[in-house]
């Protein structure tokens, strides 16, 4: 039997597991905060000299996107390391840049635009054509920048960033409306409150020390 999709819960579980760590782990925490946060300046410089040549190329291609970046999350990085027995310094795919688009046919262009700016390490995880079974969606693709720094790029459309960010009902509603705006009193802004509430009181609800 299939698990049932997730509901709104992408932003609570993330803010979960880095809390988690944090408390349970707080060495290993604060040890990547602290290495993460060294050259912060010149690691937010990468991103957004990464995130403007991606602008500028998708503008070129006739490619509508839009597109935004960010260091992952902390959980995320530690899970990485263990599972691949690996120190921070070898991780790839540590900086994130996203791409949004309107459909699925844009997905694949953009992908192929991305493979023309810079060099790809083997092996794309295409979770368009076989999504995941909480119904995520989306294209990631790790590469190399012009200063040898690797960094992943994750692509998908608007829609299936809804479902990923709100969960499976938001994905509904929006199916339902046949917009993709977000009015205050809708479903999905309704989870989207329900998520920042929850995130406010898994931090109340942790002990100081």
Known sequence: MRPLPTVGISKIKIEL?????????????????????????????????????????????????????????????????????????????????RIMVDNVKDCYAALGVIHEMYKPYPGVKDYIAMPKQNMYQSLHTTLIGSNGQPFEIQIRTYEMHRTAEYGIA????????????????????????????????????????
Request: proline share 2%; hydrophobic share 35%; glycine share 6%.
């Open 170 to 209: 938001a994905h509904w509603k929006y199916k339902e409306s046949g917009s993709g705006q977000v009015a205050a009193g809708s479903e999905e802004a309704k989870l989207s409150c329900c998520a920042r509430y929850w995130n406010g009181r898994g931090t109340r609800m942790i002990p100081k020390e």
């Open 17 to 97: 597991d880095d809390l988690s760590l944090k408390f349970l782990k707080p060495d290993v925490y604060y040890d990547l905060v602290e290495k993460v946060d060294l050259r912060k300046d010149a690691r937010e410089a990468f991103v957004q000299e990464i995130v403007d040549e991606v602008k500028n190329h998708m503008k070129e291609a006739g490619v509508d996107a839009t597109v935004g970046g960010r260091v992952k999350h902390f959980f995320s990085i530690y899970k990485k390391m263990v599972n691949q027995n690996k120190t921070l310094d070898q991780i790839y795919d540590l900086f994130a840049v």
